[in-house]
């Protein structure tokens, strides 16, 4: 098979792992540790993807002193079991490991903070599936994605962003990625929506790992 591109960068949440029932689990938790009162599901399902600070002040509405707090406490619960929660996507597993034995330079872009990343890629057996790991610090900082994805790039080698393509699921990934100056393929099966990835800059999709396949290899 022939690769479409030669490096190419996952978004975990949504992406890799369909983890989406830990982190509301863990948002609804937390805002009734803090008697904050729980959003939605339409709005929980938002908590997937961006960083858990901007989450509790932009969708849940704390005052940003507490959504700081928040962060904290909704990190250390995700740490201590929610995470587990997680699977990965039908087809996920099998696409990386073609992808590597037909050459292609893999990397884990992701706001998700290290240790929680670390514990999925333990439990999952993923370490060998990825040659990079870009990822948000402990505390919640560093998770810029256009950061992540420069980090990423420079991990690898990758000096012709053309030949590199950032996959994910939420608007983060869309704008990381046009901000990067790398293309983007939208991953419908995760939790972002076709509206909202259009208007950070894609244009191309996959509604499955099974679509996503065909984008990445030439002539299948």
């Known amino acids: 098979m022939e690769l479409t591109y ?6 975990l ?3 890799v792992f369909e983890s989406g029932e830990g982190i509301m ?4 938790e937390t805002m009734e540790e803090f008697s904050w009162p729980v959003p939605p599901p339409e709005t929980l399902r938002r908590f997937v993807g961006p960083p858990s600070h901007e989450s509790y002040e ?3 509405g704390m005052p940003r002193e507490l ?3 928040a962060a904290v406490a909704h990190r250390a619960r995700y740490l201590r079991g929610n995470w587990r929660l997680a699977r990965m996507y039908p087809g996920m597993r099998e696409l990386l490991s073609d992808l590597r034995a037909a050459g292609a330079r893999l ?4 706001t998700k903070p290290r240790p929680a990343m670390e514990a999925m890629m333990e439990e999952f057996s993923l370490w060998d599936a990825f040659d990079a790991f870009s990822c948000g610090n402990a505390d919640g900082t560093g ?4 950061v992540l994805i420069a980090k990423s790039l420079a991990a690898l080698g990758e000096d012709d962003k053309s030949r590199a393509v950032m996959v ?6 869309a704008a990381g990625a046009r901000d990067a100056g790398v293309p983007f393929i939208g991953a419908l099966y995760g939790y972002g929506t076709r509206e909202e990835l259009l208007k950070n800059g894609a244009s191309v999709f996959a509604e499955s790992v099974g679509e996503l396949r065909p984008l990445l290899f030439r002539g299948i």
């Not at 990397?107 to 992701?110: K, L, N, Q």
């Not at 998770?143 to 256009?146: A, T």
Request: net charge neutral; proline share 3%.
């Open 107 to 110: 990397a884990v872009a992701s």
């Open 6 to 11: 030669r490096t190419v960068l996952f978004d």
């Open 58 to 60: 932009h969708l849940a």
């Open 67 to 69: 959504a700081q707090r």
């Open 168 to 173: 994910g699921d939420t608007r983060f990934d």
């Open 143 to 146: 998770g810029e994605k256009p």
């Open 25 to 28: 689990r863990t948002a609804v």
């Open 13 to 15: 949440d949504g992406t």
